[in-house]
């Protein structure tokens, strides 16, 4: 490795450690949005704009301008998590924390800026990077830069997110959909309570709620082709507080995700038929509230090509893992993966030599820090042979 690039690894782990140590939840990314501004601010060429109060756009225009435009997007927000890694660059910010990997993510967009920032004469075209707010969060960033118009006269999108489900060194590529939409419900279940020695004088929710739980997996089962089918999943039940009393209602929550748009809309329509259903048998009486989330991220093949051609060059092909199945996480890039052809995939950021790989969301989630230059320059590698 040369001296260049050895100093550009420790930029961005210092990088890193800085955003790690002050990490900001979604929508007060103030201190993180003004931090990496001050670092665009030390590279040359490179106009920069605050699209939101807590984010940030960086543009690199070369000398020539027939060439296209392309986007690189970075999230920059933390989780209301406290964190137990034990760092020494752990969060000062008690409850909050960078558990799914942002900080990396800004690290190494900064460290592309920089590179690309050394070779502006080169460029024939414009680099677009968005150092985005609020991807935790629903309705989420991407689509509020989207509407403010980041997107437009963009040819192509990329975006990188470090997994602890492979190893330093590697690269997945998945091309089609990489990830789900996800739709949340919280419905309310309305019986008549009493006591519990008396239940032919009720109408029992708790009765109705399981009734209504379990004929769920229908859909999966029955209603949607097993080719397309969504995950339905029930995550809270709530109801009653006493030993010998039937309660008045229930509350239900959980999600739906889904890959497939139509039966993602199919997948409501059958939950509310259901629900529909089982309470008008036992009398009972509902209300329900959906969260439509965001859609899946779809990978679209000329995006996907550049992103393979740039990854061989990084990582080289033996550390290359086409993914046959998406992930049902969700992703708010997937605004950007509907405005233009786009490609987002994973880096491996999990060395068994460190520690145990915990997963995302995880409050002793880690990042191996060896991984992150090479995903700098796989940004830089993609620019270049769009751009450059």
């Keep these: ?15 890193r450690r800085h955003i790690h140590r002050n990490p900001e939840v979604s929508y007060t ?10 670092i665009l601010e030390t590279f040359e060429g490179i106009e920069i704009s605050r699209p939101t109060e807590t984010s940030v756009l960086g543009i690199l225009k070369g000398d020539k301008t027939s060439g296209p435009t392309i986007l690189l997007r970075a999230d920059i927000d933390a989780l209301p998590i406290n964190e137990e890694t034990g760092l020494e660059f752990k969060s000062d910010n008690p409850g909050v924390m960078h558990a799914c990997g942002h900080d990396a993510h800004a690290a190494m967009l900064l460290g592309a800026a920089k590179e690309l920032s050394g070779l502006r004469q080169q460029i024939d075209g414009e680099i677009r990077f968005i150092f985005q707010h609020a991807e935790e969060t629903y309705p989420g960033g991407a689509y509020e830069l989207v509407d403010l118009g980041i997107a437009e006269g963009v040819d192509y999108a990329f975006a990188l997110h470090v997994s602890p489900d492979y190893e330093t060194g590697y690269f997945s590529v998945r091309e089609g959909a990489f990830c789900a939409a996800a739709d949340d419900f919280r419905i309310k279940i309305s019986g008549r309570g009493g006591h519990a020695a008396i239940p032919d004088s009720t109408i029992d929710p708790i009765i109705v709620g399981s009734e209504f739980t379990m004929s769920l997996q229908t859909i999966v089962s029955r209603k949607i082709s097993p080719h397309k089918v969504p995950v339905v999943s029930v995550t809270n039940f709530h109801s009653g507080d006493a030993m010998n009393v039937i309660p008045d209602t229930v509350e239900i929550g959980g999600t739906i995700r889904s890959i497939d748009e139509a039966s993602r809309v199919k997948a409501r329509e059958e939950l509310e038929h259901i629900l529909k259903g089982v309470t008008a048998t036992h009398r009972a009486e509902y209300t329900i509230e959906w969260d439509i989330g965001y859609p899946s991220v779809f990978n ?14 990084i990582y080289g092909s033996e550390k290359l893992i086409e993914v046959e199945q998406p992930i049902f996480g969700t992703e708010d890039f997937s605004s950007f993966s509907q405005a233009v052809p786009a490609s987002m995939q994973f880096i491996g950021v999990h060395n068994p030599k460190k520690g145990e790989a915990y997963p995302l969301h995880h409050p002793k989630f880690a990042v191996d820090e060896d991984a992150l230059d090479k995903g700098a320059l796989y940004f830089v590698e993609v620019a270049k042979s769009l751009v450059i």
């Design 300 to 313: 679209r093949t000329e995006a996907v090509d550049v992103t393979r051609d740039a990854a061989e060059k």
């Design 29 to 38: 990314e103030y201190e993180t949005a003004d931090y990496i501004q001050s």
């Design 1 to 15: 490795m040369s001296m260049q690039k050895t100093g550009l690894k420790t930029d961005i782990i210092n990088w």
